[in-house]
């Protein structure tokens, strides 16, 4: 199986953590046939430390390329164009396997085209065991079950390269959830064939300026994944559509409160119930309901004579527009 498994890593600005994730590589139990390593532009010598581990990769290839910076998802599209391996495993690089990943992974490779597992969310000195296969486990459709919650780590995929060139790798105009969309457009394909097992064989670093952390990013991105494959979805569209939306709003609320900004996490709270409302009634019916309000608006403030009622429905109209 070693000729098998291609390894990509895209690296920006990865100096602290390249030299761990690669020997996370190196002390494999199944050795790949290369690991890729992919710098999108660092200013932080992450190439020069990576071109350091050729000599303790144990008989491992090991390649590295530099790009100018255009993001994660083009570094490992560029990862993936040259890989020869039959099987791609994605790490990121400041990411980490257990050694019995490659070898754990590969045993459920009969019939499957897109492998994954549970994995160890680390934060800090923090360490918690993250039940991904339990989602998967308890869906009648993947595809489904994956588009409402999203519970793939890239650290933990392995994925057919001729399937991942045939979707068209990862979508380069996501600034975030690239791996996401990349998982929808496998499983959309006739024939594809997810297995998810429960061991937790990837160190998923909760980096603080990591894209996971950039939330309005990650907010916008979780959108935008869900309108490009809603039409996938064969049962339960509404509610699907009407949970991830919530799913995703109430992640970047979170998100907020534990970075303290009150305001923000205010603001994504306002906005949900405008795009709930977008998102579910068709276009026509909802610029009709918002002709609708604004002409009851309007009549309100003709027939008030007080005028005290006109300036607070000024004010709240002004602001509801802002938030939608």
């Given at each position: 199986m070693r000729d098998s498994v291609s390894i990509i890593i895209p690296a920006y600005q990865s100096a602290a953590t390249i030299r761990y994730a690669l020997a996370s590589v190196a002390a494999q139990t199944v050795k790949p046939l290369e690991a890729i390593v992919i710098d999108d532009g660092s200013s932080d010598g992450s190439t020069d430390i990576a071109e350091a581990m050729r000599g303790e990769m144990n008989g491992i290839d090991l390649v590295v390329i530099r790009q100018t910076n255009k993001g994660a998802g083009a570094a490992r599209n560029a990862g993936c164009r040259i890989a020869k391996g039959e099987w791609l495993a994605f790490l990121d690089a400041d990411d980490a396997w257990l050694p019995e990943k490659l070898e754990r992974s590969l045993a459920h490779a009969e019939g499957a085209s897109l492998i994954a597992h549970d994995f160890i969310e680390v934060k800090g000195s923090a360490e918690t065991y993250r039940d991904s296969t339990r989602h998967f486990k308890a869906a009648a459709?993947?595809?489904?079950?994956?588009?409402?919650?999203?519970?793939?780590?890239?650290?933990?995929?392995?994925?057919?390269?001729?399937?991942?060139?045939?979707?068209?790798?990862?979508?380069?105009?996501?600034?975030?959830?690239?791996?996401?969309?990349?998982?929808?457009?496998?499983?959309?394909?006739?024939?594809?064939?997810?297995?998810?097992?429960?061991?937790?064989?990837?160190?998923?670093?909760?980096?603080?300026?990591?894209?996971?952390?950039?939330?309005?990013?990650?907010?916008?991105?979780?959108?935008?994944?869900?309108?490009?494959?809603?039409?996938?979805?064969?049962?339960?569209?509404?509610?699907?559509?009407?949970?991830?939306?919530?799913?995703?709003?109430?992640?970047?609320?979170?998100?907020?409160?534990?970075?303290?900004?009150?305001?923000?996490?205010?603001?994504?709270?306002?906005?949900?119930?405008?795009?709930?409302?977008?998102?579910?009634?068709?276009?026509?019916?909802?610029?009709?309901?918002?002709?609708?309000?604004?002409?009851?608006?309007?009549?309100?403030?003709?027939?008030?004579?007080?005028?005290?009622?006109?300036?607070?429905?000024?004010?709240?109209?002004s602001y509801f527009l802002k938030l939608s």
């Open positions: 459709d993947p595809f489904a079950a994956l588009m409402l919650r999203g519970f793939i780590p890239t650290s933990t995929v392995l994925a057919k390269r001729q399937d991942v060139l045939e979707v068209g790798g990862f979508e380069e105009s996501l600034p975030a959830a690239q791996d996401y969309d990349l998982w929808l457009k496998l499983l959309e394909r006739p024939g594809t064939r997810l297995r998810m097992f429960p061991e937790a064989l990837t160190r998923y670093a909760v980096n603080p300026g990591g894209i996971t952390s950039q939330v309005e990013r990650r907010l916008d991105c979780s959108l935008r994944v869900l309108e490009r494959h809603v039409e996938s979805l064969r049962h339960n569209v509404e509610r699907i559509v009407f949970l991830r939306i919530l799913i995703v709003h109430y992640e970047a609320f979170s998100a907020y409160l534990s970075q303290g900004r009150w305001g923000q996490a205010l603001l994504v709270l306002a906005k949900t119930p405008a795009r709930l409302v977008s998102a579910l009634i068709p276009a026509q019916f909802w610029m009709m309901s918002a002709l609708a309000w604004m002409a009851f608006v309007m009549g309100f403030y003709y027939f008030d004579n007080a005028g005290y009622y006109k300036e607070k429905l000024g004010m709240f109209l």
